[in-house]
Structures are given as structure tokens and as C-alpha cells.
Nanobody, 122 residues
Framework: QVQLVESGGGLVQAGGSLRLSCAASGRTFSRYYMGWFRQAPGKEREFVARISWSGGITDYADSVKGRFTISRDNAKNTVYLQMNSLKPEDTAVYYC???????????????WGQGTQVTVSS
């Protein structure tokens, strides 16, 4: 069992930055692919970014490429999402996710966090 707790959300003006953190319980954090997803009101949950077990492979949604960076610290059981140049369309609840396999999609997740709200004002 893995518990994921997100933090770092909030209200920011367009063009600003936020860093989300996701702290994981357990001693097997490094065996999980980790990712971030988001869900805006009235929309489906969508993929944002994911990172491999060691952090050597990352993948991003086209909408955030060049603005967001995912990273992880296995010694701290934590994954991060640095969000720069934020836009109003980035407004959503952001969820951390873990998968004990290389396939991490919104339909292939072993554990979800509770979510953290990110609001970007124009």
C-alpha cells in the first residue's frame, strides 16, 4: 500500500510559477513510475507528466512541454512538478499518481493522491 500526499497548490497570476510536491509513504518508492495528472471542472482527468523509476526518463503532455518539469528524489520519497509560465488554462486539480509498471496513464494507475488545487488568474 502506498499513500500519496500532494502539496504546493494555490492561486497564482498568469506567468507565475508553482512547485507541487507529492510525498509517498512506504519504502518501495523507487519501484514506482510516478506521474501528475490534472482535472478541470467539467473535463476528464488528463495526463500532465510522468517520470521513470530512476528519473532518467520523463514524458510530458504537449500542452505543458517547455513550461513544466517533473523530477523525483527517491531518498525523500517525493516527486515534484515545477510549473512555470502558468496560464489560466492550467487551472485544475492536480493529482499525483503511482504505477508499478512503465505504463502510467489515467486508466492505469495503482495509487492516486487526493489532489491539490491550482488556480491561475488572468
Amino acid at each position: 500500500q502506498v499513500q500519496l500526499v500532494e502539496s504546493g497548490g494555490g492561486l497564482v497570476q498568469a506567468g507565475g510559477s508553482l512547485r507541487l510536491s507529492c510525498a509517498a509513504s512506504g519504502r518501495t518508492f523507487s519501484r514506482y513510475y510516478m506521474g501528475w495528472f490534472r482535472q478541470a471542472p467539467g473535463k476528464e482527468r488528463e495526463f500532465v507528466a510522468r517520470i521513470s523509476w530512476s528519473g532518467g526518463i520523463t514524458d510530458y503532455a504537449d500542452s505543458v512541454k517547455g513550461r513544466f518539469t517533473i523530477s523525483r528524489d527517491n531518498a525523500k520519497n517525493t516527486v515534484y512538478l515545477q510549473m512555470n509560465s502558468l496560464k489560466p488554462e492550467d487551472t485544475a486539480v492536480y493529482y499525483c499518481a503511482a504505477r508499478d509498471a512503465a505504463t502510467l496513464t489515467s486508466r492505469s494507475v495503482d495509487y492516486w493522491g487526493q489532489g491539490t488545487q491550482v488556480t491561475v488568474s488572468s
